[in-house]
């Protein structure tokens, strides 16, 4: 992995938490493109690495391209990105939802390494707590991506494209939807008057407690003890946010049908 | 506090928990009341204590009654749980919605003691780590609460009965619903034929995520950077379970609406 040249399409969440754990497990990238100045510039200093906003002055010779883009800029970019680059050169994407094959008649080596996580710039994650799935064009393709993902994390697995798009679902549930529940409980407590911080030993331990008991099993509060006094209470207390109302109550029915 | 006599009226989810660490710091549990006498005796034996199921047998030289009971059934026990008690016991209750003047005009002394997190009976949870809600009738009620909840955390605030309310919906958002959003998680996961721990790591990183950035913050995922390909594909693979599905769109609307 030390002597693969990578570049990087793409200076997003994902793209750059990538790019900087390889960097620091000794990854030799040459260029990190984004469309936006900024991000290519300050993805490209933290990896030591040269960039560009224009995909034509990509370097053609890099032995590997990991493409970080939204869904519909990479199909739309997809034919620039490929043109010109060398023939044997491996091209992977890091998306959950885009097939494997989205490659397929444009180049000869490719495939995917989507690591399960949720990205954000202002926070570096440990690569070697999570998962990286893997798919690739023909076995050696894949060996050569284990090699590269085995630096980063102990956990890798194969998932192909119809995995990878399910895990992808599940993960916006239990990131993206947890996660904005912690938004709307963050209002609610400001109304309280009380900060947010009294809210997390509560969000850990709902957390942790899943490691040993399943969801189902770890459910407590209004809901699946069908306490409909305190569920219409609460009701009541939404009136004035009538989108909260609404999830409040259609979470709730939900969580009553998976528990009668 | 070693020296206060204790009953418990209920031995429920939260009510075994509280009961549990009191007994290992030395509280000295009497009683406990619970209408089925296997959650009665189970309890009981766990902190020392004698149990009975019928209300009428409660011993009524106690210094302190923990009541722990879902809302309903508290209301409507409420004459029965005071009924020949000592005049000047202290009569406590643990939840988040019903307000301290439920107390009013039955007992003299009362108050609320209520401990912000999810208990399950299958795990016991670390009281030192979570804030406890006090209210009391009078500053020596709330004094002697302090005194009490202080053995088990050095967490402890007041908040009046409309602050709880609030609190206590809050947590409905942050740990009820963000645990369901796991669960639909699962069996999404479990669709894909990879086991619901490979969520485990994404799950931890979303609760760890907010001690450091707001919730606003750290979202990440199709519905914040409106990813409309990804959103209608998710959409699309929800299809044979219409009310995932509502859920689905409902909250990735919301998520838009937040961060537009």
Not at 13 to 20: H, T
Not at 40 to 66: F, Q, R
Not at 134 to 161: G, V
Not at 192 to 218: M, N, W, Y
Request: one cysteine or more; proline letters at 3%.
């Amino acid at each position: 992995m030390n002597n693969l040249s990578i570049v990087f399409i793409g200076a997003g969440n994902l793209g750059s938490n990538l790019a900087k754990a390889l960097f620091r497990r000794g990854g030799n990238i040459v260029q990190v493109y984004s469309r936006t100045e900024q991000s290519a510039a300050s993805l490209a200093g933290a990896v030591n690495a040269s960039y560009t906003t224009s995909l034509s002055e990509v370097v053609s010779d890099a032995d590997l391209y990991i493409v970080s883009l939204k869904d519909g800029p990479f199909m739309q970019l997809l034919p620039q990105i490929v043109a010109g680059k060398r023939r044997d050169a491996l091209f992977v994407h890091t998306a959950g939802s885009v097939p494997m094959n989205a490659w397929k008649g444009y180049v000869e080596n490719y495939g995917v390494l989507y690591p399960l996580q949720t990205f954000s710039k202002q926070r570096e994650v440990d690569f070697s707590e999570l998962t990286i799935f893997l798919e690739a064009s023909s076995s050696e393709n894949l060996d050569l991506l284990k090699s590269l993902a085995s630096r980063l994390s102990e956990h890798i697995r194969f998932a192909d494209s119809e995995q990878r798009r399910r895990l992808h679902l599940a993960a916006v549930f239990a990131c993206n939807f947890s996660n904005h529940m912690y938004t709307l409980a963050s209002e609610l407590v400001q109304r309280s008057g009380l900060p947010f911080e009294v809210l997390l030993p509560l969000i850990d331990e709902t957390a942790r407690k899943v490691h040993v008991l399943h969801p189902l099993q770890s459910q407590t509060g209004p809901a699946v003890r069908f306490d409909t006094n305190v569920i219409q209470a609460h009701l009541d207390m939404l009136k004035d946010t009538p989108d909260m109302q609404q999830i409040y109550e259609l979470i709730s029915k939900n969580i009553h049908q998976y528990h009668k």
